[in-house]
Structure formats: C-alpha cells, structure tokens
C-alpha cells in the first residue's frame, strides 16, 4: 500500500463530508450501461404481505437513500444489508430486497455512491467506473453500512442477527463488512474481487482481511468469470484454511464450472439460472446456519 494512502482516503472523506449528496432519491428502472435487459428471465417480486420502498439513512454528513423491504408484520427480524452491483441499486438489487423480505427477513439495500454520482446516467461502464465508482472510499463504504445497520435495528431488525451479502462490487464489499463489523453473524459474497493491488481509497481487498473477519463468508464465484481468474480463488480458499481464524476457517468458497461473472443477475445475459438458483439455496442454509 502506498505509505501516503491513510491520509489521502481521510482527505478524500473530508472532502465528501463538505459536498451536498449528488443522490439523494433512488432512481427506476436500470442503468443505461446495462441495456439493453434480458426481459425474458427477469424475476419480479411482488409486495403481497410485505413493506417496500425508499428510505433515508442518517449519516454523520447527510442522509443516504436506500431500498428496504420487509414483512408487513413483525419485529426483531432477521436483517440483511443487500450491498449493489457497480451499477448501484436499481431495479435487481431492489428485488432481491422482496425477495429477502418474502422470506421474512427486514433486507436493506443503501446507495452506497451517493455522494459521488448517479451510476444509472452512464452509459459506458468504464465511463461509470472513471466518472464514480473509483472515487468512492472503503472507508466511507464502511461508515455507511455502520449507519445502515443501525437503521435497521431501530426500524424493526434484530441486531443480534445481521447478514451482509452482495453482487460483484458489493462482492467485494461483503468480504470487507465481515471483516470490519462486529455485528455480523454471516456474509455471502457473490462474484467480488478477491486479489488486487491496493490504492489509496481501496487500500485491502479481501485476501488482505482473512485474519480479521469476524464472521464466517460464503464466497459463489464462476470459473469462467474473465475478471477473477480461478488462481485467486484457489489463493483465497488456501488463506482461509491456513488462517487461525475461526470465522475464516468456517468460510466456504464454491466455484460453479463454466459458469461467467454475473450469473445471478437474471436482467442481463450473463444469468444462469441453475448456478443462480443452487446459490441463493445455499445463502439461505448459510444465513440459518450461522444464526440469521
């Protein structure tokens, strides 16, 4: 890591606390820079017998919008932070909230770029990445899965039975939450980077975090996913069996053969609806397993 990279994610933090937020509502619909959509296999999750829509999440310099979706009655529930893809939270990611909430969980899902830009106006995904996604700090990242925990646990969660799960970026990001936060019982990280270099705003990735997470992850990943190759994911799985961590130790990584990047995203052309289905299976005996 770059030995000035602390203070250049503080500066980074500081700068955006004095920004106004650039999102403040979710937008419909999806991203231009994934048209057209694969209409055909899109699931929909219907809101019979559940509360679903935006919310406002306090952070320490403003609010975060985000999606949440839960069962109309209950408390204590079970919570799931739902973490987007690059693309941010659009309509997948708001239905795979229903899909939580119809299994009774409170799930809940924040724009986690909110102060860096709107991810559904670009249309190129480079242009996406250069223009928003490389200026948002894990630092920040981390702050507001703090500060959205905390809502769901003031809104009907059960803080005692917190899970993180999330899709490509928020892949990643799942790794990370597991090894940052205390509260969390259990993480499925769906196709996120696990082996890269470090910057000064993403300075760990998640084989740099095997011996500090604090609970145990389900890693589902493709062998034919062109941006993690496969030797990663064998460094990865020889870390955490090596590790002294308990939490790593109890982590499992499966990776589906002949299987892309992106292949539970039922919206675009990438989905599988085998792979997809065997691993929201498996996420939900994980979740039960590891007390959610």
Known sequence: MHPEAPDA???????ASRRRFVVTTLASGFALSVQPIEAQSLITTGTAGITAGEVKIPAADGFIPAYRAQP???DKLPTVLVVQEIFGVHEH???VCRRFAQLGYLAIAPELYARQGDPTQYKEIKDLFENVVSKVPDAQVMADLDATASWAAANGGDPGRLAVTGFCWGGRITWL????SPRVKAGAAW????????TALTPKHPIDLVDELKAPVLGLYGAADSGIPNDTVEQMRAKLA???NPAANASEIVLYPDT???FHADYRPSYREKQANDGWVRLQDWFTRNGV
């Open 93 to 95: 990611i708001k239905d």
């Open 260 to 262: 892309p990047h992106g």
């Open 191 to 198: 196709y996120g980077a696990l082996v890269r270099p470090g």
């Open 177 to 180: 939450y597991a090894a940052h």
């Open 9 to 15: 994610a503080a500066q980074v933090l500081a700068d």
């Open 72 to 74: 109309n009655s209950g």
């Open 242 to 244: 090596a590790s002294k």
